[in-house]
């Protein structure tokens, strides 16, 4: 596993982002993305857990690197998520994101948060389709990602 690097003002891991996550990503072997962080009250949506967004918007982003580091420059157009636990804060949590298949110029990827007793909180699907013309260069990125 190797860490893929912070990334400006991203939402989830840019360090240059005062109110973003701040989760660290790692790139394991089989191009999967795996993140660990504790969520604070920062990301609350009821008293103690936290909000449905921020679990969303963790697994966008390991599913999303995920199709990246499989060599696509990709948007998501469509996102499943199901909030199976409530997810508390204060706890260290995983998040992993993994390609699942490419059905045309759709790509689809699943994602999964975890708590501490490795319990499925939170499952996700995306759809993603290519759109280098917004994203930029995928050629930098996955450099980023093998250094």
């Known amino acids: 596993m190797r860490a893929f690097p912070q990334h400006g003002m991203c939402f989830t891991c840019g360090d240059e982002n005062p109110r973003g ?22 990301q609350q949506g009821p008293p103690g857990h936290a909000h449905g967004g921020a679990s969303a918007a963790l697994l966008d982003e390991a599913m999303g690197l995920a199709v990246w ?28 994101g993994r390609v699942d298949r490419r059905d045309g110029r759709a790509i689809h990827a699943v994602g999964e948060i975890r708590l501490p007793d490795g319990t499925v909180a939170v499952a996700g699907r995306g759809v993603y389709v290519e759109a280098p013309h917004l994203v930029g260069n995928l050629k930098d990125a996955k450099q980023a990602g093998q250094e």
């Open 21 to 42: 996550i701040g989760i660290q990503w790692y790139i394991c072997e089989d191009k999967s993305i795996f993140g660990e962080i504790t969520l604070t009250e920062h």
């Open 69 to 96: 580091m499989a060599g696509y420059a990709v948007v998501a157009v469509n996102l499943n998520v199901d909030f199976l636990r409530p997810v508390p804060l204060g706890v260290p949590i995983t998040i992993s």
